[in-house]
């Protein structure tokens, strides 16, 4: 059964302490791996995609890994502004999209 | 504008009501997904269509039922048989299986 572990739920991060969040995944034939981030009452915007074990993503403050068993989103000097829940999605040859429980940033001044 | 338009945004129920939320996408996109959201925890699959009539089950099927006989429409039906219908519910599109899919703005329903 394909499944998606995200850590930690929650973490607090002072105004450009850098810091990693982590997504573990079994799935059967990785097909795609996705970070999408959610605000309070929104849907989740798209952030990046991974497809093979060794590609990098980058965008802004935001830069994704992955490796055969998990993912990390490095988050570089973070801002307030950057405080969401960022949520980890995989897609196996099921073609289910499943989602980890995501992990709660908040950033402070 | 091209996107993903999920209405109403905000729905109330009576108990042993059926209702339905309706998730329209002008991406031309062959993929449609149904989450359920519960407050704190993530996004639960409930039903997803890979191709205009048809459609398969998710985790969470059970009270649910949905339809697909168009491309750029996949409503959802929340029947009297889910017993705690109470969430955020999600409707997302993507281009096929592999790629990036993208998600309308929610429709938060609330039995009352």
């Known amino acids: 059964e394909d499944q998606v572990t995200q850590s930690p739920e929650a973490l607090r991060l002072q105004e450009g302490e850098s810091s990693s969040l982590n997504c573990s995944y079994t799935?059967?034939?990785?097909?795609?791996l996705f970070w999408y981030r959610q605000d309070p009452g929104k849907g989740p915007e798209f952030l990046f995609t991974?497809?093979?074990a060794g590609e990098e993503k980058e965008k802004e403050r935001l830069k994704a890994t992955l490796t055969k068993k998990e993912s990390f989103l490095h988050i570089t000097a973070p801002k307030p502004e950057d405080s969401a829940t960022y949520l980890c999605?995989?897609?196996?040859?099921?073609?289910?999209?499943?989602f980890g429980t995501g992990t709660r940033l908040q950033v402070f001044p | 504008d091209g996107g993903i338009t999920q209405s109403p945004k905000y729905l109330f129920r009576k108990e042993g009501q059926n209702v339905t939320l309706s998730c329209e996408q002008n991406?031309?996109?062959?993929?449609m997904y149904w989450y359920r959201q519960d407050p704190g925890q993530g996004l639960r699959l409930i039903y997803y269509?890979?191709?205009?009539?048809?459609?398969q089950k998710g985790d969470i099927a059970e009270g649910y039922s949905v339809s697909r006989e168009k491309k750029e429409s996949f409503p959802l039906t929340v029947t009297s048989a889910q017993k705690n219908p109470t969430a955020f519910y999600l409707c997302?599109?993507?281009?096929?299986?592999?790629?990036?899919?993208?998600f309308g703005q929610g429709t938060r329903l609330t039995v009352v």
């Open positions: 997302a599109s993507s281009s096929s299986g592999n790629t990036e899919a993208f």
């Open positions: 799935v059967s034939g990785l097909r795609g």
């Open positions: 991974l497809y093979s």
């Open positions: 999605a995989v897609q196996g040859t099921t073609d289910k999209l499943i």
């Open positions: 991406l031309n996109h062959d993929a």
């Open positions: 269509s890979q191709i205009v009539n048809d459609f």
